[in-house]
C-alpha cells in the first residue's frame, strides 16, 4: 500500500492562467513535452533561456528534471543542539511582534524573537515586509537555517519557514535542483508543482499495467510527484524506484525499436582481396579467431551494404591485426581508410606499429592528433582529399582530430574506431554522418556476454575473439587484505627495484555537492522490500592514497592520474609511464584501456570488492604485456569485513583467467552493470545525450537486470511497441536525439 501523498495546493486562479496559456483543454493534455515551459505562469523568455540551458523545454522535460539532493527538514533540533555550520530545523514561538527597520533607500530589515525550550532567537529577513502577517505572536513556525551563536544568544538570517501544526507538520524534505543561471530553488519548485497540477488529469503511463504491478511499482503521476515533493522518506525510495525502472526499459525497448528501424545503406563492394602479402608480413601466425574475425569483416565488405560490426575480445587478444586486415581490404579496392583511438598516445601506439607494414606495401598512412602543428595537419587534409593517387593518403590513423572540418577523404571506405566506448556517440554520429556511406568497424576490449551485447549495440554484428595468442603469460592473481601492507610495499620495491612498473587503482571517488543535512538522490533506495539508506564503506581516496605511497615509497618516481583531469594532463602522465620515467602509476579506473606499457608487471587494486569483476579483469590485462613475470594484488577494504560473497567474487578472479567465463559469472552475480559502465555508457552519459538520468547502472544494476528482462519478454510479443502507445512515444523520445547510439 502506498503512502498517501499530501500535496501543496495551489489557488484556483493559477490553474487558469496556465489553462489560458497553453489554449487547450486540461482533459487533453497526453503532449506535456509538446507544451513548452513558458506556458507556465512566470516563465517568459528569459527563464525559458535558462531552462533550456540546463535542457528543459517542455513541461515534460521539466517533471523529469530531479531533485539533485534533498534537505532533510524532518530532523528538528532544539536551538542548543544546532551547529552554526549545518543547517538545521527547529521549531519555535513567535514572541515578539516583527519589526520593520528601512534601513536605506531600497533595503529594509524585519526583526522578530522567537523561542523553544533551549533559547532565544532572533531572526532577520530582509526586504521581506509582507512577513509581518505571517509570524503572528504566539505561532509556531519550523525554521530552517543556519544558527549563529554569540554565547547564549541565538540567530537566524532568512530562515526557510513553513507553519508547524505537530500533528500536519509541513512536508519534512525540501527538493534542491541544479540550479542553471537565471533560476531560483523557489521559482523551480513552483514551475515544477505548476506542472504536476497540469498533469495531473491525466499522465499517460509509459509502462503497461501489467508489468508495473508484476514488479509492484507505483505510478507514473505519484513517482513524478513523489520524486519532487517527497513526502516521505519511503514515498522517495518508492518513486525513486519506478524512475530508474522506467529509465532502462525504456531503454531496451528503444533500442530495440530504433534498431529494427535502421536500414543498411550502400558501401562499397570490397571483394575477393587477397591478404597473403599482409599476413605475410606478420612475424605469427593468425589464430583460429582472428580468423574468423577476418572472415566476418571480409564478408561484411564485399556485399555492397555497409558493414556494421564490432569486435570484442580480451586485451591482447589481437583484435588490432583484424583492423589491420579490413583496411588492407578497403586500400587494395581503392578505398580509403581511418583508425581513430581515444587518446593520442593510443593513437601513436597503432601508428609506430602499423606505419611500417602499410608502407613496405606500398600503402601511404599517416597520424592526424590533435598535436599535429597546423602546417602538418594541413597537409594531412590535403592529403586525404588528393585528386592525385601518388599522393593521396590511402590510410590515416588518429584522434578525434579525424573527425575536425578539413579531414576528408575524398574515397572513404572504411572507418574504424578502437576502444569506442571511450567515444561519446555525438563524435560516433559525426563521423558516420561525414562518412555515410563507408564501412564501420567498431573495436571494444570488454568481453560481454552475448546477451548483454544485444541490449548495448543493438544490431551492431558481433565478432568474438575468445582465444589468446599463444604463450601469453598467466597474470597470477592474489587476494590480500590490509594486514599485508608491509609485504605489499616490500613487493613493490622489488619489481620497481629489479626495473619494472607498477600500476595502482583506487575507486573514483566523486566529490560531494552535499551540504550536512542535505541526503542525495543516490543514497536512496529500496531493494525487495527492504529500505536502504545506501551507507558506502569508507574508500581509500586516490588523492590521498598517492601522498601516502609517496611517504612510504620515498626516492621512487610516483605519479597520478583521475578522471577530472584533463586528457592532455592524463595522456602527458601516460607518457611518463609509458616511457619509464613514472615507475609507480596511482590512478582511479581512467588509465586507458590498451596502452602497451610491456615492463609494467605488477597490478594493485585497492578496495577491489568496489570493481566488478570485468573491470577487474579489464585491469588485470595492463600488465604481463612484456617478458616479465607479473603479477596482479587485489586488497579487500578493511580487514575481515569482506562478506563470503564479495570474497568468492574475488576468488573467481585468483582462478580464472579467461574474460568471457568471467563476465558470465559478473552477469550472474552483479547484473549488468559493469558492463554497461566499462563499455561506454559512463561516456555517453557524459557526452549528454543518452542520459540516465535517475538510473545509476552499477548501483541500481538489480532493478536493471529486470527491466531489461521484462523490455526483452514485452519485445516478444510487441516488437514494434505498438500496443501502448505512451511506450511507444516515451521509447521514441528517448532515442530521438540518440537514435545513432547504435551506429
Ligand atoms: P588488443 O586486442 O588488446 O588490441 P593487440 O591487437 O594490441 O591486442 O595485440 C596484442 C599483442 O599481441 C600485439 O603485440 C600483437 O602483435 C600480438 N598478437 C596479435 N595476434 C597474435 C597472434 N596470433 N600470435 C601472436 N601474437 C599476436
Ligand atoms: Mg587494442
Sequence with gaps: MLPKARFPRFPRAKLQFINNNIGGNMNNNKNLHEIPVTALRGVGGVKAKAYAAAGVHSLLDLLYYFPRAYEDRANIKLLAETSPEYKSAVVMTVATEPKIANIKRGMSLLKFRAFDESGVCEITYFNQNYYKDKFSVGSDFRFYGKVERVKSRYSMTS??????????????????????????????????????????????????????????????????????FPESYAAL????????????????????????????????????????????????????????????????????????????????????????????????????????APTEILATQHYNDLCAIFEALGIRCALLTGSCTAATKRKIHAAMKSENPDERLDIVIGTQALLSDGAEFINPGLVITDEQHRFGVNQRALLSEKNKHTHVLVMSA????????????????????????????RVDTFLVDESYRPRLD????????????????????????????????????????????????????????????????????IAFVHGKMKTADKDRVMRRFASGEV?????????????????????????????????????????????????????????????????????????????????????????????????????????????????????????MTTAFSEAHEYLKTDPNLQNHAPLRQAAERMFEVQGDIIS
Design 583 to 703: 615507475q609507480i602509476l596511482v590512478s582511479t579506473t581512467v588509465i586507458e584501456v590498451g596502452v602497451n606499457v610491456p615492463s609494467a608487471c605488477l597490478m594493485i587494486v585497492e578496495n577491489a570488492e568496489r570493481f566488478g569483476l570485468s573491470q577487474l579483469h579489464q585491469l588485470r590485462g595492463r600488465v604481463g604485456r612484456g617478458q616479465r613475470k607479473s603479477y596482479c594484488v587485489l586488497v579487500s577494504g578493511a580487514k575481515g569485513r569482506l562478506g563470503d560473497t564479495a570474497k568468492q567474487r574475488l576468488q573467481t578472479m585468483c582462478n580464472s583467467y579467461n574474460g568471457f567465463e568471467i563476465a558470465e559469472q559478473d552477469l550472474k552475480l552483479r547484473g549488468p552493470g559493469d558492463f554497461l559502465a566499462l563499455s561506454g555508457n559512463a561516456s555517453i552519459r557524459q557526452s549528454g545525450t543518452l542520459s540516465f538520468n535517475i538510473a545509476d547502472m552499477c548501483e541500481d544494476s538489480e532493478l
Design 159 to 228: 530562515p526557510a519557514a513553513d507553519p508547524w501544526v505537530e500533528e500536519l507538520p509541513p512536508p519534512p524534505f525540501f527538493s534542491v535542483y541544479r540550479l542553471s543561471e537565471g533560476l531560483t530553488q523557489k521559482q523551480i519548485s513552483q514551475n515544477v508543482a505548476d506542472a504536476l497540477e497540469l498533469a495531473s488529469q491525466s499522465m499517460p503511463d509509459p509502462l503497461p499495467e501489467e508489468i508495473r504491478e508484476r514488479n509492484k511499482l507505483c505510478t507514473i503521476y505519484y513517482a513524478l510527484r513523489q520524486i519532487h
Design 446 to 473: 570488454t568481453p560481454i556476454p552475448r546477451s548483454l551485447a544485444l541490449v548495448m549495440y543493438g544490431d551492431l554484428a558481433m565478432s568474438k575473439i575468445d582465444e589468446m595468442p599463444p604463450g601469453r603469460q
Design 490 to 557: 616490500a613487493f613493490i620495491r622489488k619489481n620497481v627495484d629489479a626495473g619494472g612498473q607498477v600500476y595502482v587503482v583506487c575507486p573514483a571517488v566523486e566529490e560531494s555537492e552535499l551540504e550536512e543535512g542535505e541526503i542525495d538522490l543516490s543514497e536512496i533506495a529500496i531493494y525487495g522490500e527492504e529500505l536502504v539508506r545506501n551507507e558506502k564503506p569508507p574508500l581509500k581516496a586516490a588523492v590521498q592514497y598517492a601522498e601516502e605511497l609517496s611517504e612510504r615509497l620515498q626516492g621512487y618516481n
Design 237 to 340: 525510495a518508492i518513486a525513486k524506484k519506478r524512475l530508474i525502472f522506467d529509465e532502462f526499459f525504456l531503454f531496451a525497448t528503444g533500442l530495440a525499436l530504433s534498431g529494427r528501424k535502421i536500414q543498411r545503406l550502400s558501401a562499397p563492394a570490397c571483394k575477393n582481396t587477397d591478404i597473403s602479402p599482409l599476413l605475410a608480413r606478420l612475424p605469427y601466425k593468425l589464430t583460429g579467431a582472428q580468423e574468423r574475425t577476418i572472415a566476418d569483416i571480409a564478408h561484411d565488405m564485399s556485399k555492397g551494404e555497409q558493414m556494421s560490426r564490432i569486435v570484442i575480445g580480451d586485451v591482447g587478444c589481437g583484435k588490432t591485426i583484424c583492423a589491420t586486415v579490413a583496411m588492407y581490404i578497403a586500400v587494395k579496392n581503392g578505398y580509403q581508410a581511418a583508425l581513430m
